[in-house]
Protein backbone atom coordinates (compact mmCIF):
# COMPACT_ATOMS: atom_id res chain seq x y z
CA UNK A 1 0.00 0.00 0.00
CA UNK A 2 1.73 3.08 -1.49
CA UNK A 3 0.59 6.11 -2.27
CA UNK A 4 1.78 8.05 -5.70
CA UNK A 5 4.69 9.31 -4.40
CA UNK A 6 5.75 5.57 -4.31
CA UNK A 7 6.68 5.87 -0.49
CA UNK A 8 4.60 3.59 2.44
CA UNK A 9 1.37 5.31 4.21
CA UNK A 10 2.24 7.05 7.35
CA UNK A 11 -0.58 6.25 10.05
CA UNK A 12 -0.32 7.52 13.77
CA UNK A 13 -2.45 6.16 16.32
CA UNK A 14 -3.74 8.37 19.40
CA UNK A 15 -4.68 7.98 22.77
CA UNK A 16 -4.20 7.09 26.24
CA UNK A 17 -2.53 3.71 24.97
CA UNK A 18 -0.40 1.81 27.31
CA UNK A 19 -1.50 3.83 30.58
CA UNK A 20 -3.11 0.63 32.25
CA UNK A 21 -6.81 0.20 30.80
CA UNK A 22 -7.02 -3.05 29.08
CA UNK A 23 -10.11 -1.43 27.03
CA UNK A 24 -7.87 1.14 25.51
CA UNK A 25 -5.19 -1.15 24.48
CA UNK A 26 -7.77 -3.76 23.25
CA UNK A 27 -9.13 -0.96 20.80
CA UNK A 28 -5.49 -0.32 19.80
CA UNK A 29 -4.60 -4.06 19.03
CA UNK A 30 -8.07 -4.13 17.26
CA UNK A 31 -6.62 -1.47 14.87
CA UNK A 32 -3.57 -2.24 14.41
CA UNK A 33 -5.17 -5.85 13.34
CA UNK A 34 -6.93 -4.08 10.64
CA UNK A 35 -3.75 -1.96 9.16
CA UNK A 36 -1.82 -5.37 9.39
CA UNK A 37 -4.14 -7.40 7.46
CA UNK A 38 -5.43 -4.58 5.18
CA UNK A 39 -2.32 -2.34 4.92
CA UNK A 40 0.53 -3.89 5.89
CA UNK A 41 3.21 -1.59 4.05
CA UNK A 42 1.64 0.96 6.14
CA UNK A 43 4.58 2.59 8.74
CA UNK A 44 2.31 2.95 11.99
CA UNK A 45 3.57 4.65 15.08
CA UNK A 46 1.81 5.85 18.36
CA UNK A 47 1.54 9.16 19.96
CA UNK A 48 0.33 8.41 23.22
CA UNK A 49 -0.08 7.50 27.47
CA UNK A 50 2.19 5.04 27.90
CA UNK A 51 4.80 4.69 24.69
CA UNK A 52 7.27 2.11 27.09
CA UNK A 53 4.28 -0.34 27.18
CA UNK A 54 3.02 0.27 23.69
CA UNK A 55 6.44 -0.50 21.95
CA UNK A 56 7.45 -3.30 24.02
CA UNK A 57 3.89 -5.35 23.40
CA UNK A 58 2.57 -4.42 19.94
CA UNK A 59 6.13 -3.59 18.51
CA UNK A 60 5.61 0.33 17.29
CA UNK A 61 7.59 3.19 17.66
CA UNK A 62 5.85 5.49 20.21
CA UNK A 63 5.65 9.00 21.30
CA UNK A 64 4.83 10.20 24.98
CA UNK A 65 1.25 12.09 24.49
CA UNK A 66 2.49 14.67 27.30
CA UNK A 67 5.47 16.69 27.80
CA UNK A 68 5.04 17.23 31.52
CA UNK A 69 5.00 13.77 33.31
CA UNK A 70 3.10 14.76 35.71
CA UNK A 71 -0.19 16.16 33.30
CA UNK A 72 -2.83 13.70 35.39
CA UNK A 73 -1.59 14.74 38.98
CA UNK A 74 -3.29 17.55 40.84
CA UNK A 75 -1.06 20.31 40.34
CA UNK A 76 -0.97 22.10 44.17
CA UNK A 77 2.47 23.90 44.07
CA UNK A 78 3.54 26.82 42.07
CA UNK A 79 6.56 25.21 40.05
CA UNK A 80 4.01 22.45 39.21
CA UNK A 81 1.38 24.64 37.99
CA UNK A 82 3.50 26.37 36.04
CA UNK A 83 4.92 23.38 34.94
CA UNK A 84 1.68 22.46 33.92
CA UNK A 85 0.77 25.54 31.66
CA UNK A 86 3.83 25.35 30.33
CA UNK A 87 3.34 21.89 29.13
CA UNK A 88 0.00 23.11 27.16
CA UNK A 89 1.78 25.64 25.33
CA UNK A 90 4.73 22.86 24.57
CA UNK A 91 1.89 20.28 23.54
CA UNK A 92 0.69 22.22 20.79
CA UNK A 93 3.32 22.43 19.11
CA UNK A 94 4.76 19.04 20.04
CA UNK A 95 1.15 17.79 18.57
CA UNK A 96 1.38 20.16 15.50
CA UNK A 97 4.60 18.60 14.29
CA UNK A 98 4.31 14.87 14.90
CA UNK A 99 0.61 15.17 12.98
CA UNK A 100 2.69 16.90 9.88
CA UNK A 101 4.81 13.20 9.82
CA UNK A 102 1.75 11.46 8.78
CA UNK A 103 -1.04 10.90 6.12
CA UNK A 104 -3.62 9.71 8.38
CA UNK A 105 -4.19 9.38 12.00
CA UNK A 106 -6.24 7.10 13.56
CA UNK A 107 -7.74 7.53 17.39
CA UNK A 108 -9.13 3.98 17.87
CA UNK A 109 -12.49 3.41 20.09
CA UNK A 110 -12.34 4.60 22.95
CA UNK A 111 -14.63 7.40 25.14
CA UNK A 112 -12.62 9.82 23.59
CA UNK A 113 -16.15 11.93 22.98
CA UNK A 114 -17.39 11.44 26.41
CA UNK A 115 -17.08 12.11 30.29
CA UNK A 116 -18.70 9.33 32.29
CA UNK A 117 -15.79 9.59 34.23
CA UNK A 118 -14.64 12.41 35.82
CA UNK A 119 -12.46 14.47 33.45
CA UNK A 120 -10.63 17.62 33.34
CA UNK A 121 -10.89 19.72 30.09
CA UNK A 122 -6.95 20.64 29.73
CA UNK A 123 -6.13 17.15 30.12
CA UNK A 124 -7.44 14.58 26.83
CA UNK A 125 -10.44 16.57 25.71
CA UNK A 126 -7.42 19.49 25.18
CA UNK A 127 -4.82 16.96 23.63
CA UNK A 128 -7.72 15.45 21.69
CA UNK A 129 -8.66 19.14 19.62
CA UNK A 130 -5.05 19.69 19.34
CA UNK A 131 -4.66 16.86 17.28
CA UNK A 132 -7.77 17.35 15.20
CA UNK A 133 -7.06 21.18 14.87
CA UNK A 134 -3.27 20.16 14.00
CA UNK A 135 -4.61 17.37 11.13
CA UNK A 136 -6.05 20.35 9.67
CA UNK A 137 -3.88 22.59 9.81
CA UNK A 138 -1.48 20.37 8.18
CA UNK A 139 -3.07 18.49 5.96
CA UNK A 140 -3.29 14.52 7.98
CA UNK A 141 -6.55 13.18 7.83
CA UNK A 142 -7.57 12.70 11.59
CA UNK A 143 -10.20 9.34 12.04
CA UNK A 144 -11.81 9.26 14.81
CA UNK A 145 -13.29 5.53 14.55
CA UNK A 146 -15.56 3.46 16.81
CA UNK A 147 -15.38 6.00 19.70
CA UNK A 148 -17.53 6.84 22.34
CA UNK A 149 -19.59 9.65 23.50
CA UNK A 150 -22.15 10.72 25.76
CA UNK A 151 -24.05 14.10 26.64
CA UNK A 152 -21.37 16.29 28.40
CA UNK A 153 -22.56 19.13 31.36
CA UNK A 154 -18.96 20.96 31.83
CA UNK A 155 -18.96 23.65 28.76
CA UNK A 156 -15.62 23.75 28.61
CA UNK A 157 -14.99 19.81 28.49
CA UNK A 158 -18.50 20.04 25.94
CA UNK A 159 -17.04 22.71 23.50
CA UNK A 160 -13.70 20.81 23.39
CA UNK A 161 -15.00 17.62 22.17
CA UNK A 162 -17.82 19.60 19.85
CA UNK A 163 -14.56 20.95 18.52
CA UNK A 164 -12.59 18.36 18.14
CA UNK A 165 -15.32 15.64 16.57
CA UNK A 166 -15.84 18.22 13.82
CA UNK A 167 -12.50 18.95 12.79
CA UNK A 168 -11.81 15.15 12.55
CA UNK A 169 -11.85 13.95 8.85
CA UNK A 170 -13.31 10.53 9.28
CA UNK A 171 -15.69 9.58 12.21
CA UNK A 172 -17.43 6.37 13.34
CA UNK A 173 -19.10 5.26 16.66
CA UNK A 174 -19.73 2.26 18.71
CA UNK A 175 -23.33 2.94 19.49
CA UNK A 176 -26.11 4.44 18.37
CA UNK A 177 -26.40 6.80 21.43
CA UNK A 178 -22.77 8.04 20.80
CA UNK A 179 -23.76 9.30 17.71
CA UNK A 180 -27.20 11.06 18.85
CA UNK A 181 -25.01 12.51 21.62
CA UNK A 182 -22.69 14.56 19.12
CA UNK A 183 -26.03 15.77 16.63
CA UNK A 184 -27.14 17.02 20.23
CA UNK A 185 -24.05 19.02 20.59
CA UNK A 186 -24.47 20.46 16.73
CA UNK A 187 -22.27 18.09 15.30
CA UNK A 188 -23.40 17.09 11.83
CA UNK A 189 -23.43 13.48 11.62
CA UNK A 190 -25.44 12.44 8.49
CA UNK A 191 -22.44 10.70 7.15
CA UNK A 192 -21.50 8.98 10.38
CA UNK A 193 -21.85 5.31 10.86
CA UNK A 194 -22.37 3.26 13.96
CA UNK A 195 -20.61 -0.17 14.43
CA UNK A 196 -19.88 -2.72 17.16
CA UNK A 197 -17.00 -1.81 19.39
CA UNK A 198 -13.37 -2.29 18.10
CA UNK A 199 -12.79 -5.09 20.63
CA UNK A 200 -15.74 -7.60 18.68
CA UNK A 201 -12.85 -7.36 16.06
CA UNK A 202 -10.07 -8.95 18.07
CA UNK A 203 -9.87 -13.05 17.70
CA UNK A 204 -11.68 -15.22 20.53
CA UNK A 205 -9.44 -17.44 22.30
CA UNK A 206 -10.21 -21.01 21.10
CA UNK A 207 -12.96 -23.23 22.95
CA UNK A 208 -11.26 -25.59 25.19
CA UNK A 209 -12.38 -27.67 28.58
CA UNK A 210 -13.91 -25.60 31.64
CA UNK A 211 -10.56 -24.79 33.54
CA UNK A 212 -12.50 -22.68 36.17
CA UNK A 213 -14.04 -24.36 39.34
CA UNK A 214 -17.60 -25.65 38.62
CA UNK A 215 -20.33 -22.87 39.37
CA UNK A 216 -17.41 -20.22 38.98
CA UNK A 217 -18.85 -16.59 38.66
CA UNK A 218 -16.68 -13.61 37.46
CA UNK A 219 -17.54 -10.13 39.21
CA UNK A 220 -16.00 -7.44 37.46
CA UNK A 221 -15.29 -4.33 39.64
CA UNK A 222 -13.97 -0.71 38.98
CA UNK A 223 -13.04 2.01 40.92
CA UNK A 224 -16.59 3.54 40.10
CA UNK A 225 -17.12 7.09 41.50
CA UNK A 226 -19.70 8.64 39.45
CA UNK A 227 -19.48 10.89 36.18
CA UNK A 228 -17.78 13.97 35.65
CA UNK A 229 -21.05 16.04 36.97
CA UNK A 230 -20.67 13.83 40.39
CA UNK A 231 -17.35 15.00 42.06
CA UNK A 232 -19.02 16.47 44.95
CA UNK A 233 -20.20 13.03 45.96
CA UNK A 234 -18.02 10.74 44.23
CA UNK A 235 -16.93 9.22 48.21
CA UNK A 236 -20.80 8.53 48.54
CA UNK A 237 -21.15 7.06 45.07
CA UNK A 238 -18.19 4.53 45.68
CA UNK A 239 -18.78 3.78 48.75
CA UNK A 240 -22.67 2.75 48.15
CA UNK A 241 -20.84 0.62 44.95
CA UNK A 242 -18.39 -1.07 47.22
CA UNK A 243 -20.49 -1.86 49.68
CA UNK A 244 -23.43 -3.44 47.30
CA UNK A 245 -20.97 -5.34 46.13
CA UNK A 246 -19.38 -6.71 48.71
CA UNK A 247 -22.75 -7.60 49.74
CA UNK A 248 -23.35 -9.15 46.27
CA UNK A 249 -19.96 -11.43 46.77
CA UNK A 250 -20.28 -12.37 50.29
CA UNK A 251 -24.35 -13.79 49.25
CA UNK A 252 -22.62 -15.91 46.34
CA UNK A 253 -20.26 -17.70 48.40
CA UNK A 254 -22.42 -18.26 51.30
CA UNK A 255 -24.62 -20.47 48.30
CA UNK A 256 -20.71 -21.91 47.92
CA UNK A 257 -20.29 -20.41 44.69
CA UNK A 258 -16.40 -19.74 43.81
CA UNK A 259 -16.13 -15.70 43.07
CA UNK A 260 -13.25 -14.91 40.56
CA UNK A 261 -12.82 -11.21 40.69
CA UNK A 262 -12.13 -9.12 37.14
CA UNK A 263 -10.85 -5.08 36.29
CA UNK A 264 -9.77 -3.58 33.64
CA UNK A 265 -7.44 -0.49 34.85
CA UNK A 266 -4.63 -0.51 37.25
CA UNK A 267 -6.99 2.08 39.42
CA UNK A 268 -9.47 -0.80 39.99
CA UNK A 269 -6.71 -2.71 42.38
CA UNK A 270 -7.76 -1.32 45.77
CA UNK A 271 -11.17 -2.12 44.96
CA UNK A 272 -10.19 -5.65 44.47
CA UNK A 273 -8.36 -5.79 47.75
CA UNK A 274 -10.86 -4.15 49.30
CA UNK A 275 -13.62 -7.22 48.55
CA UNK A 276 -10.83 -9.88 49.26
CA UNK A 277 -10.11 -8.06 52.38
CA UNK A 278 -14.07 -7.86 53.28
CA UNK A 279 -14.72 -11.16 51.95
CA UNK A 280 -12.43 -13.50 53.73
CA UNK A 281 -12.85 -16.63 51.90
CA UNK A 282 -10.72 -19.27 49.42
CA UNK A 283 -13.90 -19.51 46.94
CA UNK A 284 -12.85 -15.76 46.32
CA UNK A 285 -9.58 -15.06 44.11
CA UNK A 286 -8.61 -12.03 41.58
CA UNK A 287 -7.22 -12.54 38.10
CA UNK A 288 -4.71 -11.14 37.08
CA UNK A 289 -5.38 -9.72 33.38
CA UNK A 290 -2.46 -7.91 31.55
CA UNK A 291 -5.06 -7.90 28.07
CA UNK A 292 -8.47 -8.47 26.88
CA UNK A 293 -7.72 -11.83 25.22
CA UNK A 294 -7.05 -12.99 29.44
CA UNK A 295 -10.10 -11.05 30.37
CA UNK A 296 -11.53 -13.62 27.64
CA UNK A 297 -10.21 -16.38 28.61
CA UNK A 298 -11.22 -15.72 32.17
CA UNK A 299 -14.76 -15.03 31.77
CA UNK A 300 -14.85 -17.92 28.69
CA UNK A 301 -14.14 -20.41 31.94
CA UNK A 302 -17.24 -18.61 33.85
CA UNK A 303 -20.68 -19.76 34.15
CA UNK A 304 -21.68 -16.61 34.65
CA UNK A 305 -20.33 -12.75 34.66
CA UNK A 306 -21.40 -10.31 36.71
CA UNK A 307 -19.04 -6.63 35.51
CA UNK A 308 -19.03 -3.01 35.83
CA UNK A 309 -16.10 -2.09 33.11
CA UNK A 310 -17.67 -1.76 29.73
CA UNK A 311 -14.71 -4.19 27.89
CA UNK A 312 -15.12 -6.47 30.88
CA UNK A 313 -18.80 -6.93 29.77
CA UNK A 314 -17.36 -6.96 25.91
CA UNK A 315 -15.11 -9.33 26.44
CA UNK A 316 -17.65 -12.14 28.41
CA UNK A 317 -20.50 -11.19 25.67
CA UNK A 318 -17.98 -11.61 22.89
CA UNK A 319 -17.21 -15.02 24.21
CA UNK A 320 -20.88 -16.18 24.97
CA UNK A 321 -21.02 -16.34 28.38
CA UNK A 322 -24.33 -15.08 29.82
CA UNK A 323 -23.20 -11.58 31.48
CA UNK A 324 -25.54 -9.04 33.75
CA UNK A 325 -24.59 -5.47 33.84
CA UNK A 326 -23.58 -3.38 36.85
CA UNK A 327 -24.18 -0.02 34.28
CA UNK A 328 -22.19 3.55 35.00
CA UNK A 329 -23.00 4.80 31.74
CA UNK A 330 -26.04 4.34 28.68
CA UNK A 331 -23.01 3.25 26.62
CA UNK A 332 -23.24 -0.08 28.96
CA UNK A 333 -27.05 -0.64 28.15
CA UNK A 334 -26.68 0.19 24.48
CA UNK A 335 -24.07 -2.54 24.24
CA UNK A 336 -26.28 -4.75 26.56
CA UNK A 337 -29.36 -4.11 23.91
CA UNK A 338 -27.30 -4.76 21.01
CA UNK A 339 -26.25 -8.12 22.52
CA UNK A 340 -30.01 -9.22 23.61
CA UNK A 341 -29.34 -8.30 27.28
CA UNK A 342 -31.10 -5.57 28.23
CA UNK A 343 -33.07 -7.13 30.34
CA UNK A 344 -29.76 -7.78 32.67
CA UNK A 345 -28.54 -4.46 33.95
CA UNK A 346 -28.31 -2.99 37.10
CA UNK A 347 -27.22 0.62 37.78
CA UNK A 348 -24.04 0.96 39.24
CA UNK A 349 -24.74 4.10 41.68
CA UNK A 350 -27.32 2.46 43.80
CA UNK A 351 -26.19 -1.19 43.97
CA UNK A 352 -28.92 -3.46 45.48
CA UNK A 353 -27.56 -6.47 46.68
CA UNK A 354 -30.72 -7.94 46.70
CA UNK A 355 -32.05 -7.04 43.67
CA UNK A 356 -28.66 -8.10 42.06
CA UNK A 357 -28.71 -11.27 43.21
CA UNK A 358 -32.68 -12.11 42.54
CA UNK A 359 -31.45 -10.62 38.43
CA UNK A 360 -28.49 -12.59 38.70
CA UNK A 361 -30.78 -16.10 39.54
CA UNK A 362 -33.07 -14.86 36.63
CA UNK A 363 -30.00 -14.67 34.30
CA UNK A 364 -28.82 -18.41 35.19
CA UNK A 365 -31.93 -19.50 34.40
CA UNK A 366 -32.00 -18.16 31.19
CA UNK A 367 -28.76 -19.63 30.38
CA UNK A 368 -28.85 -21.94 27.72
CA UNK A 369 -31.31 -19.29 25.87
CA UNK A 370 -29.11 -16.30 26.55
CA UNK A 371 -25.92 -18.06 24.83
CA UNK A 372 -27.85 -19.45 21.61
CA UNK A 373 -28.57 -15.53 21.86
CA UNK A 374 -24.82 -14.38 22.02
CA UNK A 375 -23.62 -16.59 19.47
CA UNK A 376 -26.51 -15.35 16.36
CA UNK A 377 -25.39 -11.58 17.58
CA UNK A 378 -21.54 -11.98 17.68
CA UNK A 379 -21.62 -12.98 14.10
CA UNK A 380 -23.49 -10.18 13.21
CA UNK A 381 -21.31 -7.67 15.14
CA UNK A 382 -18.31 -10.04 13.37
CA UNK A 383 -19.63 -9.09 9.60
CA UNK A 384 -20.73 -5.11 10.63
CA UNK A 385 -16.69 -4.84 11.70
CA UNK A 386 -16.00 -6.06 8.59
CA UNK A 387 -17.75 -3.35 6.78
CA UNK A 388 -16.53 -0.80 8.94
CA UNK A 389 -12.81 -1.28 7.81
CA UNK A 390 -13.87 -1.87 4.33
CA UNK A 391 -15.34 1.98 4.89
CA UNK A 392 -12.40 3.38 6.74
CA UNK A 393 -10.01 2.09 4.14
CA UNK A 394 -12.20 3.81 0.90
CA UNK A 395 -12.24 7.25 3.53
CA UNK A 396 -8.37 7.34 4.43
CA UNK A 397 -6.46 5.56 2.03
CA UNK A 398 -8.00 6.43 -1.39
CA UNK A 399 -5.02 7.19 -3.48
CA UNK A 400 -3.45 4.29 -2.40
CA UNK A 401 -3.24 0.60 -3.61
CA UNK A 402 -6.06 -1.54 -2.21
CA UNK A 403 -4.80 -5.04 -3.34
CA UNK A 404 -4.54 -6.08 0.55
CA UNK A 405 -7.69 -4.50 1.52
CA UNK A 406 -9.95 -6.61 3.65
CA UNK A 407 -12.71 -7.42 1.37
CA UNK A 408 -16.70 -6.84 2.67
CA UNK A 409 -18.18 -9.86 4.22
CA UNK A 410 -21.73 -10.16 2.59
Known sequence: MTPANGSPVRVGVFGLLGSGNLGNDGSLEAVLGYLRAAHPEAVVDALCGGPEVVTARYGIPATRLHWYRG????????????????????DAVRTAAWARRHDVVIVPG????????????WGFPYAL???????????????????GAAPIGSRPVRTLVRWSAGLAAYRSYRDAPSRDAMRAMG?????????????????TPPASAPSGPSGQVCVGVMAFHGGNDDRARAEEIHRRYLDGTIRFVRALVEDGRPVRLLSGDEVDRPVVAAILDAVDSPLVTAAEAASLADLMKETAAADT???TRYHNLICALKVGTPTLAVSYAAKSEALMAQMGLDAYCHPAREVDADRLLEQFRDLEKHSAELRRTLAVRNLA??????????????????????????????
Request: glycine content about 6%; charged content about 20%; some cysteine.
Open 187 to 203: VDTARDEVHPDLAFALP
Open 71 to 90: EYRTASRAGAIAAKGLGKLV
Open 381 to 410: AARQLQHQFTVLTAALFPATDHAHALREAP
Open 110 to 121: MGVLEATLPLRP
Open 129 to 147: FLLCASGRLVGTRVALVGV
Open 305 to 307: VVA
